[in-house]
């Protein structure tokens, strides 16, 4: 076989490894997630343990995100791929260990927290960008689809795995983490991504492009209100993060149900996702993006007061679902609202506001309980997500007036 044939072959084969380690690694990751949030709050019993570990997650991908994404245009993002994996997979070790040594210091847990925190800052960007340099060009729209299929598959079954494998031990548990981010990590070493061309320039000048990025969002108005929003909407409606006291304290389900409340937004998505591929929102688009906003919240309401486990799962695939559509609408927007020449630095800010939102979210909701109670903590959140919405449909009418997502720049 000639040189050009063999890598061909490669090629071929890049794309199903790639989906595997994407696969595997966000299974794995939140596998853990629910493996660490019920560890910690059995040892705890309060709800601000787990707001503390959102933070904790939120410092190194406030600090790191950007710096990775420009890493990968100087090294590769394939090396920063397996390096942030062989990471992950040493601290599903260091739980492990932790919980083999019956540890109950939770400085223990907030410090591999960190780490892992950091691992992931370096290799999401990474992931991102290692997908275009695995395909052909004309192959690219069908592996995105691939890819984001098989992130959804992850996002459903990851917490399903989590749940039952702290049901059989959180050693076990631990052990399985750490042996999947290992595998995905070995995969990731057998691809053959071409390198991208490096963009040479001084620090200076790095420094001075990232800055371009933000200028850019606050000069339009409708990237920087589709960007707000979802900060705001998932900052305020983080239910999700108090998911270890009411499975096991409210619903009283265990970790196993735990794992499948987790998964149930994926599962509204999913399927919100597939209807969507069919049938897109080509018109009323922001009259469409506030009222999946208001469901959001809604949603979270039902889910705050709710002492039914199939109502609470029913609740959560709701907020799922709504939170496809918004993210569907806001990511259309964004991306014809921006030129070509700013959409990486527009989607670095995109991708540090999701981080925040998430993570800062995660620690709103901690403090909030621990302040009000649970229930009115996940009530609140629900209420202010409709506030938001509200608010914002005042502050920015070219989105509130907005008919199709191709309304351009504003």
Not at 387 to 399: G, R, T
Request: aromatic letters at 8%.
């Amino acid at each position: 076989m000639n040189t050009q044939a063999c890598e061909e072959a490669y090629r071929r084969r890049d794309l199903p490894v790639c989906l595997g380690v994407r696969f595997l690694s966000e299974a794995s990751a939140l596998a853990l997630s629910v493996v660490v949030g019920w560890s910690v709050y059995k040892v705890s019993q309060t709800p601000l343990t787990l707001g503390i570990v959102g933070i904790v997650e939120f410092i190194p991908a406030m600090l790191m995100t950007l710096p990775a994404g420009e890493l990968c245009d100087r090294l590769s993002p394939r090396p920063l791929v397996v390096a942030g994996l062989a990471l992950q997979g040493f601290c599903a070790l260091a739980f492990f260990a932790l919980s083999t040594l019956h540890m109950k210091g939770l400085g223990f847990f907030y410090g591999v927290v960190l780490l892992l925190g950091t691992s992931r800052a370096i290799a999401e960007p990474a992931a991102q960008a290692l997908l275009p340099l695995l395909v052909p060009p004309h192959r690219l729209p069908r592996a995105i689809a691939c890819s984001s299929t098989a992130w959804q598959m992850a996002i459903v079954l990851g917490p399903v795995v989590g749940g039952l494998g702290y049901a059989m031990g959180s050693s076990v548990a631990y052990l399985v983490c750490a042996v999947a981010f290992f595998t995905a990590m070995a995969g990731s070493l057998t691809l053959r991504a071409q390198r991208p061309r490096p963009v040479r320039m001084p620090l200076q000048g790095r420094i001075a492009r990232v800055k371009e990025g933000f200028a850019f969002v606050r000069s339009q108005p409708v990237v920087l209100g589709a960007l707000s929003l979802d900060l705001f909407a998932v900052l305020l409606g983080g239910a999700t993060a108090l998911l270890p006291v009411y499975a096991q304290d409210i619903l009283k389900v265990g970790s196993q149900g735990m794992g499948m409340l987790r998964s149930a937004p994926a599962v509204g998505a999913c399927l919100v996702g597939l209807v969507l591929t069919r049938f897109p929102a080509e018109r009323n688009v922001g009259p469409k993006l506030f009222a999946a906003v208001i469901v959001f919240g809604a949603a979270t309401l039902v889910f705050a007061f709710s002492r039914s486990a199939w109502v609470s799962w029913l609740a959560l695939a709701v907020v799922g679902a709504s939170d496809m559509v918004s993210v569907n609408i806001r990511t259309s927007l964004i991306q014809l609202a921006t030129p070509d020449a700013m959409r990486g630095r527009v989607s670095a800010v995109n991708a540090l506001f999701i981080g925040a939102s998430s993570e800062l979210g995660a620690f709103e909701s901690g403090v909030a309980a621990a302040w009000l109670g649970t229930v009115p903590a996940v009530a609140l959140g629900g209420i202010g997500t409709i506030v938001a919405a509200v608010v914002w449909m005042i502050a920015f009418p070219a989105i509130r007036q907005a008919d199709r997502v191709d309304i351009g720049l504003g």
